[in-house]
T-cell receptor, first 116, second 115 residues
């Protein structure tokens, strides 16, 4: 089954304790990205990656890191989490678009992070 | 910069009725597409419909259709014969078709379908 898998689905932690949210896709997609969802703001892109070892900032990258060492994995790292990073996080992937037509993004089921 | 605005935070509709969700956007891109995602209480993100900006014909997917007004930068979603399973948060958004599939979302409209 084609899917994007995020772990954990829920996490409560404390300020300053480093954490990693994993994301893995089994569709051989080139493009992966991370979003955070906050009430009234919709989803905002944190980072994206167009392929292995190629990453770039989205709209709200402060306080986050990512890496893309393998095509299937795109972990999101919070080195020193703070309460304002409490949010619902989504990972997404899509195939590389050709001819100016990007493929739809497939989303994971989300990770609810609470930073106390 | 791209912006997407959904002016209706919440809406409700009676089962079997028709409802229209509004969305306006702004972009300087020439090659872009618009979409609506549905997020039910399970919080999955489900693509409802997509419209390429270069296409004049409005996209339809079964009971879902859009009214795309490019000059007005408007992209509304019409749901016909509403069903209880349509109860969800709906996000309008804009995607770039060039390198980097960056999506910009609106703030969402919470739709409640009443029996």
């Amino acid at each position: 089954e084609a899917q994007v898998t995020q772990n954990p689905r829920y996490l409560i932690t404390v300020t300053g304790k480093k954490l990693t949210v994993t994301c893995s896709q089994n569709m051989n997609h080139e493009y992966m990205s991370w979003y955070r969802q906050d009430p009234g703001l919709g989803l905002r892109q944190i980072y994206y990656s167009m392929n292995v070892e190629v990453t770039d900032k989205g709209d709200v990258p402060e306080g986050y890191k990512v890496s893309r060492k393998e095509k299937r994995n795109f972990p999101l790292i919070l080195e020193s989490p703070s309460p304002n990073q409490t949010s619902l996080y989504f990972c997404a992937s899509s195939a590389q678009g050709w001819g100016g037509y990007n493929q739809p993004q497939h989303f994971g089921d989300g990770t609810r992070l609470s930073i106390l | 910069a791209q912006t997407v605005t959904q002016s209706q935070p919440e809406m409700s509709v009676q089962e079997a009725e028709t409802v229209t969700l509004s969305c306006t956007y702004d972009t300087s891109e020439n090659n872009y597409y618009l979409f609506w995602y549905k997020q039910p209480p399970s919080r999955q993100m489900i693509l409802v419909i997509r419209q390429e900006a270069y296409k004049q014909q409005n996209a339809t997917e079964n009971r879902f259709s859009v009214n795309f007004q490019k000059a007005a930068k408007s992209f509304s979603l019409k749901i016909s014969d509403s069903q209880l399973g349509d109860t969800a948060m709906y996000f309008c958004g804009l995607g770039r078709n060039n390198a980097g599939n960056m999506l910009t979302f609106g703030g969402g409209t919470r739709l409640m379908v009443k029996p």
